[in-house]
């Protein structure tokens, strides 16, 4: 065991942000480090290191590096090495320092040597001080200067060494060597030297132990939150006297609705919830929402409501897998409503302990738009918030505090808010992770699955998504109880039906001409998204439209928030008919009269192609998209082209020859990559510019 007394201000630098450094430092020797938190009779903290001797001392040495580092870079006697840079040393024990000093200059004199630049590597000494001190003090010189780098300290020349004459380095004490190292530490106390093992001190953790006492504390603090209660379904009369010939009749007049258990055996014979084919047969108990709904205007429930309303009002877990436009918001929002409602305790932070139900979307726009839905059904007073980055986080904070039933929020901020107090989410009884396959492409699965370890294990999950991915289905194995599947259409990946699909095949160089063209040929009713495939290249479209008077908005990540809400506003109002955006608003905007979607940037995966088109034939309207695409995108020719076959649309001949030259690509690297002493091994098969296939040069007609 080792104590190191330590500057208080210096003691970030052996804990580091969040702890990394500390964890590190036991990690990389194996010993355990604890800081006191009080300062001892020196004015000091003192680090307790336990674990091997040697582990201790290499640990040690460690932290004297770290500190030599952050105090200016170069801390500690600087010593040539064999690769012709410098390494560290430690300062010694003061009782030490000239003996060591000494020896360095009769050990330099000895190696002295006069050839080339390698011996005069070579002559440094390579002499390493292994401290044997148990008790160590790093203090700073508070009258410490810096010193100059013309004056004060100069680099010894060379000749100095060749010459053998070691008296003029006789005084290369660590403070005149440490080209601005602003701190000097030093070993003052040695090893008692009665000082016994402590192999003892430093105990294998019983990962059994304490796997056990993780799990007492986890169910204790489960058990402390309220009660719950997740069922509130009573099935109609006229639902149970459906026979099974018409509830398969129903299910698949209405796109084919499947549903089943997740996870269950091939071979199970669990009864299936029958449909709600009308919103009596959902919310009959409940005639004030039944009234809310009436006010919205729709007349019956789209098919994936019918079959996830009974499977989320009897409490279960449920995955909607759908196409965008098909009414998934309102699937799990209207349960939630009375879910929030039917719980035992009073609303409110204090009977609570926060809200109930957490929404996690993807993108800002998402999570507004569905706050916005929130609000479209005023149910017993129940309120919402919406918590996002680039808004004002104070604000968030207060309405949360205030008090509220439900938050709408992406995972970014949301992480933000827990991990400084504000918001606590342990009263979270009902979890919804919507477009669940968009958070996981763009990156948010660590902060969702930070965020679920501090719900309650208990709640109703509820995820909703377009496709049906590895990583979505994993994430649904990790926190999901049993769930029920209700997909519509097909799980394989399909554009929506009301949407005609037109391609376009030009160089790169002809599309700015093509979109102009678009625009002009727009009627008065129309409105148009334009997708982009980069902020910037928005951005540059958006000013060449203002230039030729073109009149639009643009929307990407960049933009301010305030200019993101108001070019959503403004499509939706009719201001602007033309939307120039990137992906960001391929999933959950929801404008119904969305006449033309136009891929001017052909996205880079399938996946947001459908997702783009799925932003317009909206609400069963009719829609249109168009999609130009170049000889950099022949690899989603194939792709794209099973996504035309299934909605019945048009292939070009284009398409179909771009597919098949980029499949006989790919046949013939492989087989390249196959044979012995193939083309690329030592350059091209057959001359020209590395590459010609033949042709002594690039091909211009492959793709």
């Given at each position: 065991m080792a104590n190191i007394e330590i500057e208080p201000r210096d003691v970030g630098k052996i804990i580091g942000t969040k702890g990394a450094t500390i964890r590190q430092l036991q990690d990389d020797y194996n010993v355990r480090i604890n800081i006191s938190r009080e300062e001892n009779e020196n004015g000091k903290r003192v680090a307790e290191i336990k674990g091997d001797e040697r582990d201790v001392e290499r640990a040690v040495n460690a932290i004297y590096d770290r500190f030599n580092q952050e105090g200016g870079g170069?801390?500690?006697?600087?010593?040539?090495?064999?690769?012709?840079?410098?390494?560290?040393?430690?300062?010694?024990?003061?009782?030490?320092?000239?003996?060591?000093?000494?020896?360095?200059?009769?050990?330099?004199?000895?190696?002295?040597?006069?050839?080339?630049?390698?011996?005069?590597?070579?002559?440094?000494?390579?002499?390493?001080?292994?401290?044997?001190?148990?008790?160590?003090?790093?203090?700073?010189?508070?009258?410490?200067?810096?010193?100059?780098?013309?004056?004060?300290?100069?680099?010894?020349?060379?000749?100095?060494?060749?010459?053998?004459?070691?008296?003029?380095?006789?005084?290369?004490?660590?403070?005149?060597?440490?080209?601005?190292n602003r701190s000097s530490y030093r070993n003052v106390e040695e090893f008692p030297s009665t000082v016994e093992s402590t192999q003892s001190d430093f105990e294998p953790i019983d990962w059994d132990k304490?796997?056990?006492?993780?799990?007492?504390?986890?169910?204790a603090r489960w058990a402390a939150l309220p009660n719950l209660i997740k069922d509130f379904y009573t099935e109609h009369p006229e639902v149970t006297d459906m026979t099974e010939e018409e509830v398969d009749k129903f299910r698949k007049e209405n796109k084919n609705i499947v549903v089943?258990?997740?996870?269950?055996?091939?071979?199970?014979?669990?009864?299936?919830?029958?449909?709600?084919?009308?919103?009596?047969?959902?919310?009959?108990?409940?005639?004030?929402?039944?009234a809310e709904i009436k006010k919205a205007g729709f007349e019956k429930p789209s098919p994936i409501q019918s079959q996830m309303w009974p499977i989320l009002l009897a409490g279960e877990d449920c995955i909607g897998i759908a196409q965008?436009?098909?009414?998934?918001?309102?699937?799990?929002?209207?349960?939630?409503?009375?879910?929030?409602?039917?719980?035992?305790?009073?609303?409110g932070i204090k009977a609570r302990g926060g809200p109930n139900v957490?929404?996690?979307?993807?993108?800002?726009?998402?999570?507004?738009?569905?706050?916005?839905?929130?609000?479209?059904?005023?149910?017993?007073?129940?309120?919402?918030?919406?918590?996002?980055?680039?808004?004002?986080?104070?604000?968030?904070?207060?309405?949360?505090?205030?008090?509220?039933?439900?938050?709408?929020?992406?995972?970014?901020?949301l992480n933000d808010l827990v991990a400084d107090g504000h918001i606590k989410i342990d009263s979270v009884t009902y979890l919804i992770l919507d477009e669940a396959d968009?958070?996981?492409?763009?990156?948010?699965?660590?902060?969702?699955?930070?965020?679920?370890?501090?719900?309650?294990?208990?709640?109703?999950?509820?995820?909703?998504?377009?496709?049906?991915?590895?990583?979505?289905?994993?994430?649904?194995?990790?926190?999901?109880?049993?769930?029920?599947?209700?997909?519509?259409?097909?799980?394989?990946?399909?554009?929506?039906?009301?949407?005609?699909?037109?391609?376009?095949?030009?160089?790169?160089?002809?599309?700015?001409?093509?979109?102009?063209?678009?625009?002009?040929?727009?009627?008065?009713?129309?409105?148009?998204?334009?997708?982009?495939?980069?902020?910037?290249?928005?951005?540059?479209?958006?000013?060449?439209?203002?230039?030729?008077?073109?009149?639009?908005?643009?929307?990407?990540?960049?933009?301010?928030?305030?200019?993101?809400?108001?070019?959503?506003?403004?499509?939706?109002?009719?201001?602007?008919?033309?939307?120039?955006?990137?992906?960001?608003?391929?999933?959950?905007?929801?404008?119904?009269?969305?006449?033309?979607?136009?891929?001017?940037?052909?996205?880079?995966n399938i996946e947001e192609y459908v997702h783009r088109v799925g932003r317009t034939g909206r609400a069963n309207r009719r829609g249109t998209s168009l999609s130009f695409m170049t000889r950099s995108n022949w690899g989603s020719a194939a792709e794209l082209i099973e996504i035309l076959k299934e909605a019945d649309q048009n292939i070009p001949e284009e398409l179909q020859n771009m597919a098949e030259r980029f499949k006989a690509k790919k046949e013939r690297e492989k087989e390249e990559r196959n044979s012995i002493g193939g083309a690329f091994r030592g350059g091209n098969r057959n001359g020209g510019r590395g590459g010609g296939y033949g042709h002594g040069g690039r091909d211009r007609n492959r793709w």
């Open positions: 170069n801390g500690g006697y600087k010593g040539r090495d064999e690769s012709g840079g410098y390494r560290n040393k430690r300062r010694q024990p003061d009782n030490q320092q000239s003996n060591y000093t000494d020896s360095y200059n009769s050990q330099a004199s000895n190696r002295m040597k006069t050839n080339d630049d390698d011996e005069w590597d070579n002559a440094i000494p390579n002499t390493d001080f292994k401290p044997s001190a148990n008790t160590y003090q790093v203090s700073r010189d508070d009258d410490y200067q810096k010193p100059h780098r013309d004056n004060d300290y100069q680099k010894p020349h060379r000749s100095n060494y060749r010459s053998g004459n070691s008296s003029s380095n006789n005084n290369y004490q660590r403070s005149n060597y440490t080209s601005g304490a796997n056990a006492e993780c799990e007492a504390a986890r169910k089943g258990r997740t996870f269950a055996d091939k071979d199970s014979k669990e009864e299936m919830p029958k449909p709600t084919t009308k919103f009596e047969h959902a919310f009959e108990k409940f005639p004030d929402l039944l965008t436009g098909t009414g998934k918001t309102l699937a799990f929002l209207l349960p939630a409503l009375i879910h929030t409602d039917g719980q035992p305790h009073p609303r957490l929404v996690l979307a993807p993108t800002r726009e998402l999570a507004i738009q569905i706050e916005k839905e929130v609000g479209k059904y005023q149910f017993r007073g129940i309120r919402a918030i919406c918590i996002y980055g680039g808004n004002d986080r104070n604000k968030q904070i207060e309405v949360v505090e205030s008090g509220v039933e439900i938050i709408i929020a992406t995972p970014g901020r968009r958070m996981l492409d763009m990156g948010f699965e660590p902060q969702i699955r930070k965020l679920l370890l501090d719900i309650r294990e208990d709640r109703q999950t509820v995820m909703t998504s377009a496709t049906w991915p590895s990583g979505v289905r994993r994430l649904a194995a990790s926190y999901m109880k049993n769930p029920f599947q209700v997909f519509v259409g097909s799980l394989d990946l399909a554009a929506t039906h009301t949407v005609t699909q037109l391609i376009e095949i030009m160089d790169e160089e002809e599309k700015f001409n093509r979109i102009i063209k678009f625009t002009r040929e727009m009627s008065d009713t129309d409105k148009a998204i334009i997708f982009c495939g980069r902020k910037d290249s928005a951005d540059s479209l958006s000013t060449e439209f203002a230039l030729l008077g073109i009149n639009c908005q643009s929307i990407h990540g960049n933009r301010e928030q305030s200019d993101r809400e108001q070019a959503l506003a403004d499509i939706k109002s009719g201001e602007v008919r033309i939307l120039i955006a990137t992906d960001v608003a391929s999933r959950g905007i929801d404008i119904e009269d969305i006449t033309y979607v136009v891929n001017y940037d052909f996205p880079r």
